[in-house]
């Protein structure tokens, strides 16, 4: 198909490792001679946006298409504390090893990252300042992630406020704006691969669940339905899903790859390569409707 010249203000969603779809859509619009200008992203949106935006995606791609399960556990950097299950701090510093120290405002293309303030309740809009330290507060799902104390505020996941941060990517005369929504309504026609009730993911989450419920007074032989992993993970999505429905309700934008939340789990990160796939597969798709209208 002939290749198409137009400007992109791209808006990446939240959605943890569903997120992964957008570089498969980053390579699609590429490929078809889209112009990426301007990205904005929320929570894993906002990393595969940064590193779009940092010239690091082909190295961030390989990083993550090499983690098999038991590396993410190891990654994960467990520590079942008050302020959250997971610090992050092992898997950001190896983003940090191939990033370096570089501020968002020097960035050859403008990039909003959204996170959300514990301390004043908003929405905060992040469009300079280290990368790193951005991406990371941006992506601190509550109660699973550390929040980031960044200049006197408590950042947590975008997700919470602005899960598809459409009104707050760069968007200059002639630009269309792309956006890619990985919480959309479950699609059954998607069959997201089962752990086994012994893999070391399954054991992992029953062992946060167990220790989780017993500091809290819990019982520690609840199932896994009802553990604190997956009940905070299950309503952050349906929360997503939702504030996601009201951005789209106010503003559409000209090219809109939506994707099932029962696409993955949250941290189905070991899956990387087939989830980077389908969303070259979908956004081509897209792409095909769109064109084929003459746009």
């Known amino acids: 198909m002939k290749k198409i010249s137009r400007n992109v203000s791209l808006v990446l969603s939240s959605g ?3 997120g992964l779809t957008h570089i498969g859509a980053i390579d699609a619009l590429l490929k078809r001679g889209y112009n990426i200008t301007a990205v904005a992203g929320s929570s894993m949106g906002s990393i595969v946006g940064g590193m779009y935006a940092s010239g690091n995606l082909e190295r961030f791609r390989e990083f993550m298409c090499s983690l098999s399960r038991f590396d993410i556990i190891r990654l994960s950097d467990l ?13 950001f510093g190896t983003l940090r090893d191939f990033v370096g120290e570089v501020n968002i405002e020097d960035l050859p293309l403008p990039l909003a990252v959204v996170a959300a303030d514990l301390v004043n309740h908003s929405e905060v809009v992040i469009t300079e300042g280290d990368l790193l330290t951005a991406i990371r507060a941006s992506s601190a799902i509550p109660s699973i992630l550390t929040p980031v104390n960044l200049n006197g505020t408590l950042l947590v996941d975008g997700g919470v406020v602005n899960p598809l941060p459409i009104e707050r990517v760069h968007l200059p ?52 339905a009802s553990g604190i992993f997956d009940i905070v993970t299950h ?42 796939e389908l969303g070259f597969t979908e956004m081509e ?3 095909d409707g769109y064109e084929k209208n003459g746009k």
Do not use: C
């Not at 520590?79 to 898997?91: D, L, Y």
């Not at 929504?181 to 946060?208: F, H, W």
């Not at 220790?211 to 007074?217: A, D, E, L």
């Open 173 to 224: 005369k002639g630009n269309i704006v792309v956006a890619v929504n990985v919480n959309a309504p479950r699609n059954e026609s998607y069959k997201p691969q089962k752990n086994t009730s012994d893999s070391a993911i399954s054991k992992t989450r029953k062992l946060i669940n167990a220790k989780w419920n017993s500091m809290t007074g819990g019982h520690p032989k609840r199932n896994k």
């Open 16 to 18: 943890g490792a569903r």
């Open 235 to 276: 309503s952050f999505e349906l929360m997503q899903h939702q504030l996601t429905n009201y951005a789209l309700q106010h503003q559409s934008p000209e090219i809109l790859l939506n994707l099932p939340v029962n696409l993955a789990d949250t941290f189905d990160f070991h899956r990387s390569k087939e989830l980077i």
């Open 79 to 91: 520590v079942v504390g008050k302020s959250g299950i997971i610090k992050g701090e092992k898997v």
């Open 285 to 287: 798709k897209v792409l």
